[in-house]
């Protein structure tokens, strides 16, 4: 039975759907079905979904189109076409409203020129409506970027901006905030005027202030000129006025005020380095975390772009007793996902430099939380809480209590691993399947979407390589925790990763794993890892990676005398791809010195593992071209000039019984003279180690005199 | 008493360093003892000689000590005498020690790892320390005013059994 028109009861979406779509319904009801839509998904994700499920966006903006369209007649008519153009404008905004999804839907259905066309319209509530649907799909990642650099478009952005409507203005405040990335369209945009145009805003209503203060934080951002622009006297007391901004009645305003100093601080190291102002953002951030709604999600990210990397702030932020506050919300309660990824990356920032930090952190006794965090539904949490675990884990007095080392973080972090390598493999294989599989027209749209997909899991893979990394340092004797996880197994596996960033940082964190570990679990290590991937890895197209595979292999050498035999085993191809290495003038002087390492750790053993050593150093065959030793004892890299001294060193160790053959070599290699050169090096450390080599050399004489 | 000392850590930007020392043969214990220390480097940035800070006396150590006890163990290291008069105008704040062949130190055992407090060895004091960069010798002195003074630590670097010197590596993301 058909219901009654004048029912309080919401319609059926698909009933509401069939009114809009039908020929036959008469105008006035499309215009009630508007209404009643628009009422329905106002505020409502989940009635949002559903209706972009039965296809409403294109619907409704069929509708916009035919109102939109110039019309016969006037009067009543056109006060309907009027109401119609509001409904179906705010319907739209309203699908765009917090929800990619909708965005996209109302971006497919072409609403977004038939938006921008009812901003010139005579009737103001059209053009409320019409700014305020194009406000809120600018608010997305997804709406079309705005190309400042077209004269034309800047000198509509400029329109909008000197509009007498306050949502026009807002739109084109949004508009620069979305779209204004590079520093030519910051240029642009100052040079047309719009600093000071947007700062007359910040005297505005509520909506201008906040428009604008986002938009000249994105405009100065990075750009030191503009930065100075708008400092400069022609803007008059534009700082000041943001300043003020920070103790706005509203929060939003105090955010963005905050937010827009702290874009200009960053900037340039000439504003805002006064304590006071300094000590005053991280007040009001800290005061901001405090309210329940998106102010409150968003204040830990402003506060984590004011610290970040300055160690300075750190130590204000600490001072303030941030950290405690922090962690009583961490502990207070559960959290939208959103504001916990937000405290978890704070807090990392905070405690990334400084011990103070990280020991106020430790005890307050939040790590069990994080803990749990590591396996959160949200990807961006469980990222999040594994960048606090590295950051914390900097703490070498709490690695060396093995306050890292459990199950419970252990576990945890390798799983991580283990899914991400299973996403990251299965989305790669969708990627390649569609790359090749399927027509072009399907192409773009999904593989954007698998490498979107496949970057934000190699992110979080990064992040618990990371963490990882840091924590295996552990100076304890329960390295094996790790192990028996199936760590291990799961970093081989990722050395082998097509994405060089998984590589080295799986490599990077074998190589902390190994320091100082016990000859039995680098045996097991070894076992899993094999000579050939190691080979491989000395060898990679990355010069990052050949670094800390030397790096691992000079720590597999290390420790008790054997464990130099269980890494080169008898065909010394290992030994022989170091030497290789070191050989290749194109090698980076970090792959150099670990090399040098290496090999150097390796001559500290007994007289066969000296003479491979030295054949790799000295081969046979020395022809008059200055030899791979000279040409590093004159690097002009002091690190480099360091470990070669000590390869000397080892290769000439008094003690052994065919060094003085080894220092024959050395000396008809003309080490000597290039050793005596080096007794007064700038740099202390080759000094030192110059002496002593020169000493254990001329202890033998000079042999061919 | 025989000793065992390890580095783990080094943070040359904060002059801070940290390990673990292994006390062998302790009469009172079953097995070796290990501590963990941190260290404050003298670099005359971070740290000067004077243990106190702008005239407190106590450090980021807790430990509390006189600028005469400071001079006095300081005294007692050969390689000292030539930055007394320095030291004793200003604690050696304009010194630099960059390319000093000798590092200063001083050390605070911060806990007992593998043993209880009552395991016969005290943790109250600290030493001072002067470690030598041309052999890697290190020479200490403890200090704790209800300890017989100058006790001394005398440390020499190992090679494990090998013939040369052996270096791992480690790097904190």
């Known amino acids: ?705 | 008493m025989e000793s065992k000392c390890t580095n783990q850590g080094c943070d040359l930007d904060h002059g801070y360093l940290c390990g673990t020392m292994e006390a062998l043969n302790v009469p009172m214990a079953d097995t070796p003892v290990v501590t963990f220390w941190e260290g404050e480097i003298v670099d005359t940035k971070n740290y000067t000689f004077f243990t106190g800070k702008w005239g407190a006396t106590v450090t980021g150590l807790g430990i509390m000590s006189r600028v005469e006890d400071d001079i006095k163990h300081w005294t007692k290291f050969p390689s000292f005498p030539p930055l007394l008069s320095q030291v004793e105008a200003d604690g050696g704040k304009s010194l630099d020690l960059s390319n000093y062949p000798y590092v200063f130190m001083r050390w605070k055992e911060q806990y007992f790892v593998n043993v209880g407090t009552d395991c016969g060895l005290t943790i109250a004091g600290f030493y001072y320390v002067c470690f030598s960069c041309s052999d890697g010798s290190i020479n200490g002195f403890y200090y704790d005013p209800n300890s017989s003074p100058f006790q001394k630590l005398e440390l020499k670097s190992t090679n494990d059994g090998r013939s040369g010197f052996s270096f791992s590596t480690y790097e904190l993301q």
Request: proline content about 3%; glycine content about 6%; aromatic content about 6%.
């Open chain 1, 1 to 705: 039975m058909p219901t009654s028109a004048n029912s309080n009861h919401p319609s059926r979406p698909e009933d509401l759907i069939g009114r809009l779509n039908s020929a036959h319904t008469p105008y006035e009801a499309k215009l009630k079905a508007l209404r009643d839509l628009k009422n329905q998904i106002i505020g409502n994700r989940t009635k949002k979904l559903v209706f972009l499920k039965l296809g409403a966006v294109p619907s409704v903006v069929s509708i916009l189109s035919s109102a939109a369209a110039p019309q016969d007649g006037g009067g009543g008519n056109r006060e309907f076409h009027e109401s119609v153009l509001i409904q179906s404008a705010a319907a739209i905004g309203s699908f765009a409203c917090g929800l990619d999804e909708g965005v996209k839907a109302v971006l497919d259905a072409g609403a977004f020129p038939l938006l921008m066309s009812l901003i010139s319209h005579l009737n103001e509530k059209v053009v409320d409506a019409g700014a305020r649907s194009l406000k809120l799909i600018y608010q997305s990642k997804l709406a079309p970027k705005y190309d400042f650099l077209q004269v034309k478009n800047m000198e509509f952005l400029l329109s909008l901006l000197n509009s007498k409507n306050e949502k026009v203005t807002s739109l084109g405040a949004s508009i620069i905030t979305h779209s204004c990335q590079t520093a030519a369209e910051q240029q642009a945009l100052s040079g047309a005027g719009v600093i000071k145009r947007l700062v007359c805003l910040l005297g505005g209503s509520i909506n201008q202030k906040d428009a604008s203060l986002e938009s000249l934080a994105a405009m100065v951002k990075g750009n030191p000129e503009v930065a100075s622009k708008f400092m400069g006297p022609e803007n008059g007391r534009a700082l000041g006025v943001v300043i003020e901004l920070m103790k706005d009645k509203y929060p939003r305003t105090r955010l963005l005020a905050s937010m827009c100093l702290i874009s200009i601080r960053n900037t340039s190291t000439s504003y805002l380095q006064d304590l006071g102002i300094k000590s005053a953002l991280v007040l009001v951030l800290l005061e901001l975390l405090d309210d329940p709604g998106q102010v409150g999600d968003e204040a830990p990210f402003v506060l984590s772009g004011l610290v970040t990397e300055k160690e300075d702030m750190q130590k204000i932020a600490f001072d303030a007793n941030v950290i405690n506050k922090f962690c009583e919300h961490l502990t207070a309660g559960s959290f939208q996902t959103k504001r916990l990824q937000g405290i978890f990356l704070a807090l990392s920032d905070l405690c990334s430099k400084l011990e103070c930090c990280r020991d106020r952190l430790l005890d307050l006794q939040v790590l069990n939380i994080v803990t749990e965090a590591l396996a959160h539904d949200s990807a961006e949490v469980r990222a999040a809480a594994c960048i606090f675990f590295k950051n914390v884990s900097r703490s070498v007095k709490n690695l060396s209590a093995g306050q890292f080392m459990n199950e419970a973080i252990a576990v945890p972090l390798v799983q991580l691993l283990c899914d991400s390598r299973t996403s990251v493999q299965y989305l790669s294989s969708l990627f390649w399947i569609f790359r090749y599989g399927y027509a072009i027209e399907h192409y773009n749209a999904v593989t954007i979407y698998l490498a979107v997909g496949i970057s934000r899991l190699m992110k979080n893979e990064v992040a618990a390589l990371g963490a990882i990394s840091n924590v295996v340092v552990n100076f304890m004797a329960r390295k094996s925790v790790f192990m028996e996880c199936g760590g291990v197994k799961q970093l081989v596996q990722l050395t082998k990763s097509m994405e060089s960033a998984i590589r080295v940082n799986a490599v990077w964190a074998l190589k902390n794993l190994v320091f100082h570990l016990s000859n039995r679990c680098k045996e097991e290590i070894l076992l899993e890892l094999t000579s050939t991937t190691l080979v491989s890895l000395i060898n990679d197209p990355e010069a990052s990676v050949q670094e800390q595979a030397l790096g691992l292999i000079r720590n597999l050498v290390d420790g008790t005398l054997n464990s130099i035999d269980c890494v080169f085993g008898e065909d010394g191809e290992l030994l022989h791809a170091i030497g290789r290495k070191m050989r290749r003038s194109t090698s980076k002087v970090e792959v150099q010195i670990q090399g040098m390492y290496a090999l150097s750790n390796v001559a500290s053993g007994n007289e066969l593992h000296k003479e491979a050593v030295m054949n790799q150093l000295l081969p046979q065959a020395v022809d008059d071209k200055e030899t791979l030793l000279v040409k590093f004892l004159q690097s002009s890299d002091s690190r480099l000039r360091t470990a070669t001294l000590w390869a000397i060193i080892n290769l000439t160790y008094p003690s052994s019984p065919n060094t003085c053959h080894r220092v024959n070599k050395l000396w008809n290699a003309g080490i000597v003279s290039q050793l005596k050169n080096m007794v007064n090096d700038p740099c202390l450390d080759v000094k030192l180690r110059a002496w002593t080599a020169v000493g254990q050399l001329m202890m033998y004489g000079d042999a061919s005199t």
